[in-house]
Antibody, heavy 118, light 107 residues
Framework: QVQLVQSGAEVKKPGASVKVSCEAS????????IHWVRQGPGQGLEWMGM????????NCAQKFQGRLTMTRDTSTTTVYMELSSLRSEDTAVYYC???????????WGQGTLVTVSS | DIQLTQSPSFLSASVGDRVTITCRAS??????LVWYQQKPGRAPKLLIY???TLQSGVPSRFSGSGSGTEFTLTISSLQPEDFATYYC?????????FGGGTKVEIK
């Protein structure tokens, strides 16, 4: 079955970076985009960006440009999301999710809590 | 960016009620609209895509309709497991924005 398994919770200081992984299994890795969506405490969902594992092309919301880096490793079927210059407002649960090209997000990871605190 | 406005943001309903949630887009998005359900502490779950197509395994009491700028999610007979928050998302253009959510609670 399709699985997206994310790395564990992180606590970071303001100004630091965080790197979250999303390991995919149960399907052909390069046939589906991987998206990153975050959710602040008590807040709604916010789309951050996506990567096409076939070739590595990315698309990022303007809000995160310059701070968000998404990469993939096809040998381990893992996608990485790195967010830099962290501030308290980046405290959130970060989800990866897959989609068949630009389409619905049909399977989601379990989420990774990132806490930014001094 | 395309803005999605959901209404209501909160609704209180009873088991067996018919519930309708609306999602309005700031510009036309054809049928590039999906609906998710999220329960506390869980990842969102895809319910409906292409505005009206039910995802495999989702109960038939859920339905979606609309195109252009106005969309609805309807639950024909609310069940206890349906109490959750519902989000719409547009896939017409980047960034792929979400609506603000509608929390459905037990009356």
């Amino acid at each position: 079955q399709v699985q997206l398994v994310q790395s564990g919770a992180e606590v970071k200081k303001p100004g630091a970076s965080v790197k979250v992984s999303c390991e995919a299994s149960g399907y052909t890795f390069t046939n589906y985009y991987i998206h990153w969506v975050r959710q602040g405490p008590g807040q709604g969902l916010e789309w951050m960006g996506m990567i096409n594992p076939s070739g590595g092309r990315t698309n990022c919301a303007q809000k995160f440009q310059g701070r968000l880096t998404m990469t993939r490793d096809t040998s381990t079927t893992t996608v990485y999301m790195e967010l830099s210059s962290l501030r308290s407002e980046d405290t959130a649960v970060y989800y990866c999710a897959r989609s068949p090209t630009t389409s619905q997000l049909d399977n989601w990871g379990q989420g990774t809590l990132v806490t930014v605190s001094s | 960016d395309i803005q999605l406005t959901q209404s209501p943001s909160f609704l209180s309903a009873s088991v067996g009620d018919r519930v309708t949630i609306t999602c309005r887009a700031s510009q036309g998005i054809s049928s590039y609209l999906v609906w998710y359900q999220q329960k506390p502490g869980r990842a969102p779950k895809l319910l409906i895509y292409a505005a009206s197509t039910l995802q495999s395994g989702v109960p038939s009491r859920f339905s979606g309709s609309g195109s252009g700028t106005e969309f609805t999610l309807t639950i024909s007979s609310l069940q206890p497991e349906d109490f959750a928050t519902y989000y719409c998302q547009q896939l017409n253009s980047y960034p792929l924005t979400f609506g603000g959510g509608t929390k459905v609670e037990i009356k």
